[in-house]
């Protein structure tokens, strides 16, 4: 059973420019949440999907936004990238809200 | 809002010890709870889940406990090896994560 792939796994960027990330979550799951992880901030959750729809939210800014497809499959988008952007960002899928989570390996994004 | 609290953040023992690492939560309704471990620049493995209605969950070395009236939760490593060392999260509802407890096991 193939685990939660993320691609690309690594990307740089500079400033101003956007960044749209992927994740393909294990077969049968149905929500996927995403994370960044940086070294002074520790791992912060952005938000979670379930069936399309976004269940929660961070605290984020309107810069960071994401969406669900029919298949599971989600994506983040990273507008107008700021220094500050650069982290590890993780994907995780479970069957459903509050149900083990699964992670990926990460994609690690760098802002110049 | 969820906090969570994990302590101690590092921990270095010889190989061999049995160690017990330390989850707190704010918010006893907590659904369920998660311990995972990660390696440096790498994603999270599942350790353990423990849901609300269970007291404790074990696999292999590793055994999790959880008491919600007390907003707490603790992982137990047992024999410890060189190659438990990672950093240890746990997180709960809505998934808000501890800081994490680096852990180094020396041969």
């Known amino acids: 059973k193939a685990g939660v792939t993320q691609t690309p796994r690594y990307l740089i960027k500079t400033r101003g420019q956007q960044v749209t990330l992927s994740c393909s979550p294990i077969?049968?799951?149905?929500?996927v949440s995403w994370y960044q992880q940086t070294p002074g901030q520790g791992l912060q959750f952005l938000f979670e999907y379930f069936s399309e729809t976004q269940r929660n939210k961070g605290n984020f800014p309107g810069r960071f936004s994401g969406r669900q497809f029919s298949n599971s499959r989600s994506e983040m988008n990273v507008s107008t990238l700021e220094l500050g952007d650069s982290a590890l960002y993780l994907c995780a899928s479970s069957l459903a809200i509050s149900y083990e989570q699964f992670f990926g390996p990460g994609t690690r994004l760098t802002v110049l | 809002k969820q906090e969570v609290t994990q302590i101690p953040a590092a921990l270095s023992v010889p190989e061999g010890e049995n160690l017990v690492l330390n989850c707190s939560f704010t918010d006893s309704a907590i659904y369920n709870l998660q311990w995972f471990r990660q390696d440096p620049g790498k994603g999270l493995t599942s350790l353990l889940l423990i849901q609300s209605s269970q007291r404790e969950q074990t696999s292999g070395r590793l055994n999790a406990s959880l008491d919600k009236s007390s907003g707490r939760s603790t992982l137990y490593i047992a024999a410890s090896q060189p190659g438990d060392s990672a950093t240890y999260l746990c997180?709960?509802?809505?998934?808000?994560f501890g800081a994490g407890t680096r852990l180094t096991v020396k041969p």
């Open positions: 077969s049968g799951h149905r929500s």
């Open positions: 997180a709960g509802r809505n998934m808000r």
